[in-house]
């Protein structure tokens, strides 16, 4: 996808933007009630604010609210998981912990014979689409913990490397939530009647085989009450001079969107596809397809002051190029907690023994908004509502 399909598929989606409150519960084939914008704003090829924009451009705020609220929650999951990243790292480390047997009882429900015919329905469209509405992501989630009783972790991981939109923050935070680790005292069960509800039935007809195993669902253990973790406090990464001469800007998958007062036009812009990343996440190939095109895409809009490096080894890739730029620093944009984020202390290690600084930074909106994810969501909109120059005067 480039930059213009995504605001294309943004525009085309303005209509159905009112009806969105009323319908986006429904999972329906073609999946029409919803924007399918996600992995455009997981990479920034669009932002946040953008998406909000046009909708407040073509409609009253009361029409629109309930669709800017959850391209907010997006914003919310990423600056929550920014203040407590131990949350993504744990995470992590559980997930090299499992033995075999957890691994082996994980593939044998994705194997298309699970006993729920439905959650194989799910398990093959998210294979072969990379997509999943937010509605069978959730009844999904919660099969697989409560009723197959399988770790949350191998789930969220199964997820993370299928969904074109993959994101450390809203998957993790959401599958903790399903499983009753989030929100102190709840969590979420998939329930049968819930299902005949809100799948169409064109879809639930053909896959109700084993439905009555989720009649009267029970939680596979009682939700947490512990509250969140306390929140970090953040680096001050504003960026505030000009990128000086013999500097270079780096751009990764967690930020497609370089527009920035302090690049120049002559600054020169490497858009990394990072191979080792994904293989290491062991991201699937219709992800990594996504990704290696959104990048290309973003080089080409740049034009000739950018690359685009496909590599094996991120940190050597951009050691070669910035020898050959005779470049001496390269800036970029804070990687959010995730797969990239973890790699920047091996990478400043290796830049900096061939005499290369690297420098980050966060975007102005960034800066302000991220800190406001102390607690729950709605603390976030409401203190957003307040302060943001999108939303200030709309309530
Ligand atoms: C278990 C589980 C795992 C999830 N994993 C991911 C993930 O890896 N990546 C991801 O982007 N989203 C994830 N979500 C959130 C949500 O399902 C998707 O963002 C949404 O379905 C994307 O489809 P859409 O663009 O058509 O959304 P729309 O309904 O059109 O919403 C518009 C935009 O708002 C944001 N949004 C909508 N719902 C949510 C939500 N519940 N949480 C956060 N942002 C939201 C997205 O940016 C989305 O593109 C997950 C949800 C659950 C329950």
């Known amino acids: 996808m480039i930059r213009e ?5 943004l525009d085309a989606f303005v209509p159905r933007m009112v009806s969105y409150a009323g319908e986006r519960n429904r999972v329906v084939p073609g999946h029409t009630n919803v924007s399918r914008l996600s992995p455009a704003i997981r990479h920034r090829l669009i932002t946040e604010d953008e998406v909000a924009a046009v909708a407040l451009q073509h409609h009253g705020f009361g029409a629109v609210e309930k669709f800017v609220q959850e391209v907010y929650w997006r914003y919310y999951w990423k600056s929550w ?10 995470y992590r480390e559980d997930l090299t912990e499992f033995g075999s047997g957890a691994r082996r009882a994980a593939d044998k429900v994705l194997g298309g014979h699970s006993g729920i015919e439905i959650f194989d329905y799910f398990a093959n469209e998210l294979i072969s689409t990379g997509y999943l509405h937010n509605h069978a992501r959730m009844w999904f989630a ?8 399988l770790p949350w972790q191998l789930g969220a991981d199964f997820f993370h490397r299928y969904l074109l939109d993959g994101d450390p923050a809203s998957n993790t935070l959401s599958w903790r939530w399903v499983a009753g680790l989030h929100t102190a005292g709840k969590n979420y069960l998939a329930r049968a009647s819930n299902l005949e509800q809100y799948l169409a039935p064109e879809i639930l007809e053909v896959n109700r085989g084993g439905l009555e195993r989720i009649r009267q669902p029970a939680p596979a253990f009682e939700p947490t009450n512990e509250g969140a973790p306390p929140p970090v406090s953040l680096p001050d990464l504003s960026y505030g001079e000009p990128l000086g001469e013999k500097t270079g800007f780096w751009l990764h998958e967690d930020d497609l969107s370089p527009e920035l007062d302090c690049i120049s036009d002559s600054v020169r812009m490497a858009v990394v596809i990072s191979s080792d990343l994904q293989d ?3 991201y699937s190939p219709l992800r990594c397809d996504w990704i290696s095109s959104a990048s290309a895409a973003t080089a080409a809009r740049l034009g000739d002051r950018a690359e685009c490096l496909s590599a094996d080894d991120t940190a050597a890739a951009l050691v070669e190029w910035a020898e050959g730029h005779q470049l001496k620093t390269i800036v970029a944009y804070q990687p959010w907690v995730g797969p990239v984020r973890d790699r920047l202390p091996e990478m400043e290690e290796r830049l900096s023994k061939s005499g290369i600084e690297l420098r980050l930074i966060r975007k102005p909106a960034d800066e302000v908004w991220v800190p406001l994810a102390t607690a729950g969501f709605f603390g976030f909109w409401k203190k957003l509502q307040r302060k943001h120059p999108l939303l200030k005067e709309l309530t």
């Open 280 to 282: 290491e996440h062991r």
């Open 81 to 90: 998981l920014e203040l407590r990243p131990g949350v993504w790292s744990s």
């Open 142 to 149: 919660a099969i697989w913990i409560h009723e197959f009783k």
């Open 5 to 9: 399909e995504a605001l294309e598929q």
